[in-house]
């Protein structure tokens, strides 16, 4: 999740009164992302602020002279000339808007219309005259240890700077915290790059939207919107980024070492000279954070998100799953063909002569039970299923004699989960009046689904088409 922080004047002051304000915000380019923001008021501080002296007018007297001077060539008839004076308007940044809008009010029709071609350029430009200061708690930690990043936008022109973030109506805020985690995420990520200990950047991770009706609902309303916000002169704010490393949308910092992060943004020009000179670049100063302990080496090598095996313990096989994401997991272990809820475990055994052997053995014809989907934690290891040695055996008759030391493996397959509801079957979960409403909410999140298979199955056949499965009426 984020707060936004938002404080009056950039000189520390002390702290008169909180007040909680809800918010959803977004950035540009499109995603979605929700804010829940705590604005900190200062009255004494704004007094201050309202009767501190007045820069001496002499002291800024070189720079007005430069404004002005720049604002005449805006009439020049020489191209080059406007063209450079434009330019070095831009570069000097807020500070030149109040005698560029009264250059724009002018008698003088050239100067005034460059004048507000200028003033438009500005308002397309983010975090214009702001610096951008990073910082992280904790610095220190395991690699499944959440910290805290915080992203401190200050604005030390007298001019309003236009920032990438603004308020949803209050019916699109949600109160689910992991939307408003993975929204700021996403609000926040097309500013910041973070680097891996062997110099690599890391790109964002985000766990399916549809597994949730709300973070799908928060990430549309950005995608639909394009809001943007501004910061008042000498005023800052305050993003802190929650669960940076280990919420719904992440940055997975898995191995042991130095991170490196950085806000940076750039404002694309059109016109070449501008992008030379990188006019209106904001870069923060990078922030480290050192992970001392790496996940388990099955997380951070796997090529899946469920491993698999299948050992010979005694007169059984056991099917064995290892949770190998980063992030919790859930098992359906109802076996049965009905793809609308029950999961599917089919065996594939070798025999001495390198031959592949399917065994399906009979469901078992047990009623639906919420309680047979299983948590795994990262990197925890269960017993899916197990098949009596004699029964396979059995099963396999005349074709030949099962291999020892295999390899033997499985297929798994489970296509029920909770976001697998269309979107307006997803809006009455937990509706009693809406037949299974109440039962879809018995679903966990992050249900792993689809297949996953282990050594030697090479699985050829297409996965069924689940588009057009019913209301999972629960439980039987």
Known sequence: ??????????????????????????ALPPCTAILCWVVLLSPASIAAHAQAP??????????????????????????????????????????????LREAASGDDYETALRARQVI??????????ATVVLSAEPTRLRWNQPFTLKVRIENHSSEPCQTPFAPAPEGDRPANLDALQVGAMMDLADFLSVFGPDGREIQLYTEPIDEDPEVEQA??????????????????QTFALTDFNRGWSRYRMLEAGQYTIRFEYEPDWPDPELARRRIGRVSSQAVKVTVTEPAPAVIRSAPGTLLGEVVREGDSYVAYATNAHDHLRYLNTNWGTDARRKGRLRWFFQTENGELFEYQPSPARLAFSPERIVALEPGQR????RVACREVAQALGQKG??????????????FLRRGALSREEGAGAGDPGRQGGESNEQLPRFIFTGQASCVPVVESSPPPNTS?????????
């Open 401 to 414: 004699r099962l291999s020892a030391a295999g390899p033997h493996g499985f297929v798994y397959s489970n």
């Open 54 to 99: 007045q820069a001496d007018s002499k002291a800024d007297q070189p720079q007005t002279q430069e404004i002005r001077g720049l604002i005449e060539k805006l009439g020049d008839a020489s191209y080059p000339v406007r063209a450079d004076a434009v330019r070095d308007l831009i570069a000097i940044g807020p500070d030149a808007l109040p005698l």
């Open 382 to 385: 269960i017993e899916l299923a």
């Open 219 to 236: 990430l549309r309303w950005r995608a639909e919107q394009d809001p943007t916000g501004t910061l008042d002169g000498g005023s800052s």
């Open 1 to 26: 999740m984020l707060t936004l922080v938002t404080g009056g004047a950039l000189e520390p002051t002390g702290l008169a009164g909180i007040v909680d304000t809800p918010m959803i915000y977004r």
């Open 468 to 476: 057009n499965l019913e209301w999972i009426d629960l439980p039987e």
């Open 120 to 129: 438009e350029t500005f308002r397309a430009v983010l975090f214009a005259g």
